[in-house]
Structure formats: C-alpha cells, structure tokens
C-alpha cells in the first residue's frame, strides 16, 4: 500500500476497511536446510475457529426524541454529531437553527455517517435554517431506501458552516429511530483535541517516537484528502519522568494517548488513569492482557510465548533455560510467558539465570562475565544431564549485545539452541562479521515476528530513514497505530476515551495496513495468527518458515 497507499485509501470507499468475516490467506513457507543440530521444524497449522455472527437487537421500539445543541457565534464549520449508546435505524431527522441573513449553511456532500460522506445537495436559506435530513432530503440514500443504520459505536455528523457576525444560537434536532430499550441518544460536538505521545528518553523510545509520527503524517495526508477539516496533532513528551508526563497531560485535559511503547510506562497508566485511552505498539507484557481501554497493535508477550514454547517443543526440546534481569517488566513478563505455555506442553522449565538489580550487564564488564559463566555452567550441566541439542536457552534481554559477546567465549554455551524476543529480529548486531554473529550462527538464533501479510513496501524506507535502523514489525506496529486511533476518531467523530474504545476494535477489524489485517483480541490487543520463524544462518538472517 502506498506510503501508505495514499492513493488508494483516497480512491477507496473508506479506512482501508475488509470486509466483515473477510479470510486472511497465510503461505507456509518450506524450512531451508540448516546445518548441525538446529534444523528447525515449521509447526503445522492449527485450527481457529471465530465467530462472526452479528449481534442482534433486542426488542426494537420506535422512539422520538428532540436535543438540543449550541452553535457558537464564531465563523466556521461547526461539527454537530448525533450518536447513540446503542444501535439504531434513524427514520427522521429534523434540524432547525434560528437565524438572520445566509448565515448557516450545509455544503454538498459533507455530512458523514460513521466518516463516509453522504451524498446530498448543499442546503442555505434565508433566516433560520430548516431540513430534514433523512425524509425527503437533502440526504440521498442508495435507491431511496430508509432507514439510516447508525450502530452504537458510530456516528452522523452534520457540519454546519457559520459565517458573518452575531450572537451563538442553539440548534434544535427532532429525531425518530428504531432501537433497544435501553438505547440513548445524543447531540454533541467534535472539535478536535490534541492527543498524548509520551516516550522514553532512550534508543527505543527515539525509533517508537519517530515511526509513530510518520503514521501520523501520512493519516494526515489520508486527512486532508477527504475533505476532513482537521488533523491528529500529538503532545509529545520525551522524557525519563513518564508519571509527571502523565500528570501534565491530565492537568491539560488530554486522556487519549499514542505511545507509551515500554511495559512499565503503559502498566503506570492502566494503574492509575483508568478513564485514559491508548493505543500501544510496542508495550506487550501479559499483565495488561484485560478488557479496558488499552489497545495494543501488537500482539500480547502471552501469544508470542505461547507460539515460541509450541516451536521448541516441536523441535525436541526437552528442557528450558530462561535468561532475563528480574527488575525489568517486560523481561520477566516474556520470560514467565514462554515458561508457563512451555510447562503447559509438557516441557521442563530451570529456574534459569535471573540477573539481580545490583548486577549491571550492559555496562559493567565484571558482572557481563560472571552472569555469561552462570549461563554456560547451566548448559553445561543440563546438557550432560538430557543431552545436547534437548536444551533451549531463552534471552529476554533488551540490551544483549555485551552479554552474547561474553557468553560466546564459552564452548559449553554451543550445545544448546538459542531463542530470542521478537524485538531482536533484524537488528544488526546479529549479522555481518564478529563474535556474535558467529556465535548466533552456531546455535541457531531462532526468534518469532508476527507475519507481515500487508505490503510495506513504500512506508518502509520512510521509517527506516526518521528511526536510523531497518524497519521492523515493532516499528509497523508503531506506524499503524496512528492510524488505527485516527480512524475512529474520524469514525465516532470524537475525541472521548469513552466512545474511541468502543469503536477502536470494529475499525480494527475491517482495517489492513502494513501488517496486514488488524483484527484484535477480547483483550484489544493484535489478534495475530501466523508468526514468522527467524534464524541467524551465516550471519545473515533468514526467514525459515511461517507457523499458522
């Protein structure tokens, strides 16, 4: 799709949308033929079942209902936006606003149901300004047919141009519609408001950062194109105090966030803002596996553990060495993922090398030697005890490089295959000349990255170029993440948490980008099902297959 598809996105009815039900078609690809022990074998499909049934309303009941809303004396276009709690057939809609002169009017074709427009003729008057917008017109509906489906996450919005000088007046809307019993309906207004973008002031906060705001870009771009009237403007914050961050944004007023792409920073923000929404790429600990109002375009640590452990035992694994620094979040919450569905397949679990707080692998060379002896005594001994090649080492280290450079030094740590996260896939120090590479090489590297069944053909070099490293999914799942926000705002035609997190899930489950289809989990997080197996061969990396 064109960076991303611009184009196409203008051209097309709206959003990229599938679709309902629409079949994600997923390759299994042939596992090349590796060297040694670490031949790995690509796992057969496993079924998945859904259900797509559409919901069906209860005890439809014909109701009128008159609301009132403010236009303000200011010149231009005022966004008034009806939307129901829930699912509704609009069968009148009657708009009256008092006025002197040509001061209201209604441009051809601008109102939008749910962000598609509507095709309809202009409507101006002399003094006030009276329509009604369904029966008889100025709406034209596909063969004249009625009623107006306005679903509970969704909206009609109704821009009303103010020009010259005067005084702000209220708008009066007289409305009748078919729904459940307990079905409410509402007139407000949208005016834009500026979203949070709260970042680590670190490597991986810089390239989240930096993809993020070419989604934004190019969402603006689809913006402008359609006649929107508006943009997605973030607040960014770079910063090492994310809780000030937070309490900064709440004293301005904004509760709806793109970001937050470490654990800790997005687990903060759950714990103690309930009523913010935000939209994660990168955050995917399994503690914030809950039905609330984070949405991550990133599938969960408790999937990825899950396919990982399902590899490994797939391929004679008998036994799982994890390595991870017990103060990091997202370190222990992969690790306790890949452990516990490992354990649930039958496979045993070391109590592995937790590295302590006071042991500094990064940067401390002293400590770097001692942990990498700790992990080649550990496969030394499971070794011996269940056999070679029957042992799995599992690195949930972020900064790794200094600690696999050390560990490479040692015989013993070759006799075990070796898993990483899914962030490591692509990064350089896995490939080219060197120890690492090298080492990598010899025990089969091996991580998981969800499949990539979109095209990223054009946005790629674009991120790449703003984050200063090769593009990869975290980075895709950062991109898309603008744009899964903007289109349900342009969707509900808001900017409250509240109605963005019911509507954020039925975009994005008629929403393909980058990454493909976007479909999410109860959970509303990336409901992936295919990952694509990734091994360092030769000091390059390879894809040797895809696990459905």
Known sequence: MARLSIRERQAADMLR?????????????????????????IPRAVPISSDTTPPQMQDPTLWTQTMYGAIPQDAGTHRMVVWCSGD???????????????????????????????????????GDLRTDLLQGGPITLEGGALPLVLPGHGSLMVPVVVTGEGAAVRAVVDMSYVSGPHTTCSLDSFEPEMVGAVFPDEAFGYVMRASVGVGVDDFNVYLEGTGAGWSLEPEVHTTDDIAQAIVELQEAGIRTHLGFPASYELEALAAGYP?????????????????????????????????LARLMQHNGIDVLLPVWRTHDSWETGYRNSVAGAFLDLGGMVDEGVAVDDDEDIVNDSEDTARVAARVAER????????????????????????????????????NAWWFGTDYTV???????????????????????????????????????????????????????SAW????????????DPGRLAGAIPYVADRYAGTLGPMTMDPNGDLAADAFEVWSVRGGEWTLMGVME
């Open 17 to 41: 949308m599938l679709p309902v039900g629409a079949a994600l078609v997923l390759l299994l690809s042939a596992a090349p033929a590796m060297a040694d022990l670490h031949d790995l074998d």
């Open 88 to 126: 509704a057939l609009l069968y009148s809609l009657d708009l009256y606003i008092p006025g002197e002169g040509n001061r209201y009017s209604i441009t051809a074709d601008s109102i939008r149901l749910n962000g598609m427009a509507l095709s309809h003729p202009g409507y101006s008057g002399e």
């Open 275 to 307: 009523d913010h929404l935000a939209v994660s790429c990168c955050a995917t600990v399994g503690s914030l596996d809950a039905d609330d109002r984070i949405f991550r375009t990133a599938p969960s640590d408790t999937q990825m553990g899950i396919q």
């Open 379 to 414: 496969i030394a001994s499971l070794s011996e005890t269940h056999g070679a090649g029957r042992v799995a080492v599992f690195v949930a280290v972020y900064e790794e490089a200094a600690l696999l450079e050390e560990i490479s030094q040692h015989e013993e740590a070759r």
């Open 426 to 480: 692509g990064t350089t120090l896995y490939t080219g000349e060197g120890s690492v590479p090298e080492f990598a090489s010899a025990v089969g590297y091996t991580a998981l990255q969800v499949a990539v069944s979109g095209s990223a053909t054009d946005v790629s070099p674009a991120l790449a170029e703003a984050a200063g490293r090769p593009t990869n999914h975290d980075m895709l799942a950062a991109y898309e």
């Open 484 to 495: 899964i926000l903007g289109l349900a705002m342009v969707h509900t035609q808001s900017s």
